[in-house]
């Protein structure tokens, strides 16, 4: 198969029913000799979701996305793709994917290749249409071996939905892009998403699938260790941040503050990350201090993150899973 899965019409015999999972693994592994990929990964991902996959480098989510895809096979377990075998369902065209892995035709246009690409589906979205939700009709004349890292990206894009696919799967897909294409790029695929698609992606921009997804799947060592919105796996770092000015400040009371997890002054900015906000901000009233401009949230997705991995390192051991992390990235 090549980096993007075409789309035809859709046999009968796997027709999705509504309110089924849209993709379901159960209990997947895929193991390399020693070297456990993914272990047990167990989840479900319903029709019209976002949905972000974390993990570090060597956690199994280009693995677990090849198996999705039917480019590989688990060595144990099943995956089900609209109530099928992925093969099935990838066949069908019922998905379209953006993967790391595979080159584009050189000595072509753009336009050219999009064109070829959309020849081979029965119910092709018209190639303008194409190019333009990509964002890639500015530079269609262009020869695709001269464009630029984000460009080739936006080309991969466009692969992937130029047919009536329903599931559309991203693995880092704006790497190389700069700040405003990968906004162009998010926008580009809320439109695909409010079509009714559902979205899974990969990234290791943290803010984006902080901004873009309903949920946030972070696996680590091959398993799910998280499932949950963005304010749901935020809150799983287990601290909050509070932000304040004091007219004087006095660090050494301020370390010896209760549930204190961490403290940064700037002049007379204080930020503090505290397991216990509620018993920190009231020692500091308790104490005569009158803090101004006073803000408590959450702290960021890439503090959680970090947190969510460390402990699941620390508790596991490092070992030997993550060597090979090409094979298991």
Known sequence: MSQYATSYDMPESIEHHAGAPVVTFDNVSKHYGNLRAVDGLKLELRAGETVALLGPNGAGKSTSLDMLLALRKPTSGTIRM???DP?????SGRVGAMLQSGGLMAEVTVRELVTLVTGFHPRPEPVDITLTRAGIDGFAGQRVDRLSGGQTQRVRFALAICGKSELVVLDE???AMDVETRRLFW???????????TLLFATHYLEEADHAADRILVINRGRLLADGTPAEIKSRAGARRLSFRLDTVDEPFLLGL?????????????QIQSSDSDATLYALLDAGYRPREIEVS????????IAITEEDDRANGAGDDRA???KGN
Do not use: C, W
Not at 87 to 91: D, F, R
Not at 187 to 197: D, F, H, L, N, P
Not at 258 to 270: K, M, S, T, W
């Open 324 to 326: 090979n992390g090409a």
């Open 298 to 305: 959450s702290l960021g997705l890439e503090q959680a993150f």
């Open 173 to 175: 897909p704006t790497t």
């Open 87 to 91: 093969y099935h369902a990838v066949k």
């Open 258 to 270: 209760p549930a204190l997890v961490n403290l940064e002054i700037r002049r007379d900015l204080v």
């Open 82 to 84: 609209f109530g099928a």
């Open 187 to 197: 926008t580009s695929m809320k439109e695909e998403v409010a079509e009714g698609r």
